[in-house]
């Protein structure tokens, strides 16, 4: 499928777990880029990468890793889940100065 | 560093009415201006995009925003929405530099409702 893709779409998981989201993206796009979103605060970036084994910290990146073997894929990974990590994951990458944004995975951490 | 603040969390309006949806930004640089629409369950969609040029931009569905330098404002408008329009609105601003990952910054969102 073309485009930008996400799994899971959702997510329920126990605090302390190992977390793992996947983004893959068809376009080939050099930047690529993790937000999360919670309620009164629109998207915060948490991860971006410019390229293949390049990446860079956000706003928000405490209790995110992140890594980029490949140019088309972009998994976050949460170390030990906590609640306040709770909140919907939006994968986007870049091309020319538009982001295309995935559908996104809703994670629940109890 | 910049912020973007959108003034109106909600705004609940009648169908086939006017809307204007508020996004004010600060930035000590020159910024591209977006606005994305979020329907219930999706991702983010492009609606439209200030980069340079003439100050007023449409969207293929009826909305159009403008550029204001001066008061640094983007503002979303329509003049006769649908139920359709019904979504969560994000204003978006990035900088304006070569060679950066032109991360954006997003408002907190407007939630336009349309009623019958």
């Known amino acids: 499928d073309a485009g930008i893709t996400q799994s899971p779409r959702y997510k329920i998981t126990e605090t302390g777990r190992q977390v793992t989201l996947m983004c893959h993206q068809t376009?080939?796009?050099?930047?690529m880029f993790w937000y999360r979103q919670d309620l009164g605060h629109g998207l915060r970036l948490i991860y971006y990468?410019?390229?293949?084994?390049?990446?860079d910290k956000g706003e928000v990146p405490d209790g995110y890793v992140v890594s980029r073997s490949k140019t088309e894929n972009f998994p976050l990974t949460l170390e030990s889940a906590t609640r306040s990590q709770t909140s919907v994951y939006f994968c986007?990458?870049?091309?020319?100065?538009?982001?295309?944004f995935g559908p996104g995975t809703r994670l629940l951490v109890l | 560093a910049q912020s973007v603040t959108q003034l109106d969390s909600q705004v609940p309006v009648f169908e086939e009415a006017p809307v204007e949806l508020r996004c004010n930004y600060s930035?000590?640089?020159?910024?591209?201006l977006f606005w994305y629409v979020q329907y219930p369950n999706q991702g983010l969609q492009l609606l439209l995009k200030?980069?340079?040029?003439?100050?007023l931009v449409e969207s293929i569905n009826g909305f159009e925003a403008e550029f204001n330098k001066s008061q640094t404002s983007f503002h979303l408008r329509k003049p006769s929405v649908h139920i359709s329009d019904t979504a969560e609105y994000f204003c978006?601003?990035?900088?304006?530099?070569?060679?950066?990952?032109?991360?954006?910054?997003f408002g907190s969102g407007t939630q336009l409702t349309v009623l019958p």
């Open positions: 986007a990458s870049r091309g020319g100065e538009t982001q295309y």
């Open positions: 376009w080939s796009h050099s930047y």
């Open positions: 990468s410019a390229a293949a084994d390049i990446t």
């Open positions: 930035s000590s640089v020159s910024v591209y």
């Open positions: 200030y980069l340079s040029g003439s100050t």
């Open positions: 978006a601003v990035s900088h304006i530099s070569s060679g950066s990952a032109r991360q954006l910054t």
